[in-house]
């Protein structure tokens, strides 16, 4: 889809208004979004997301409070409802404490991972990509190993050969 503005690159912001039950898309490039003063957040911290998420009142979600909601961080009492208002943790043990709540938020908005895998920059050169492809792969290779999973670890052997 090619840009309404500028009709020569491509679409990759796409807005939707609705008011008074009237919907208006719009479909920008980057260029003409920033040229149009729009603010573009490629990502939210997860801190924010999830207390966006925890934000709805249970009355809302139509079940009463559970004792979980309750529920004080020993270390440095920390409560579901005030993480909710405070959009921040209070310590690291939080995540233990509130494992039950935060790890189906975190898996849903993570693609279903809960361990932090990097990200290669935008600017990076090919050269960098490759190095973070061979490490992936490495990783996989020891895996494999180690289930005894013999024809998925030639198969990645192979493939780390060929990167090389």
Do not use: W
Not at 94 to 108: Q, W
Request: a positive charge; glycine letters at 4%.
């Amino acid at each position: 889809m090619l840009c309404q503005n500028c009709k020569t690159q491509t679409a990759t912001i796409h807005l939707t208004e609705i008011t008074n039950g009237h919907r208006v898309e719009t479909h920008l490039c980057q260029a003409c979004a920033q040229k149009q003063g729009l603010a573009i957040q490629t990502q939210i911290p997860l801190n924010e997301l999830l207390s966006t998420l925890l934000s709805v009142p249970p009355e809302a979600a139509g079940t009463p409070e559970s004792p979980q909601d309750q529920k004080a961080c020993p270390r440095c009492g920390m409560t579901l409802q005030r993480f909710s208002k405070e959009t921040l943790l209070g310590c690291p043990q939080d995540y233990d404490v509130f494992e039950k709540n935060l790890l189906p938020l975190i898996l849903r908005t993570q693609n279903d991972r809960s361990e932090h895998c990097g990200k290669v920059p935008a600017t990076a050169g090919q050269a960098q990509e490759k190095q973070l492809r061979l490490a992936q792969l490495r990783r996989k290779l020891e895996e494999a190993v180690r289930r005894e999973q013999y024809e998925t670890a030639a198969r990645l052997r192979d493939e780390i050969r060929k990167l090389q």
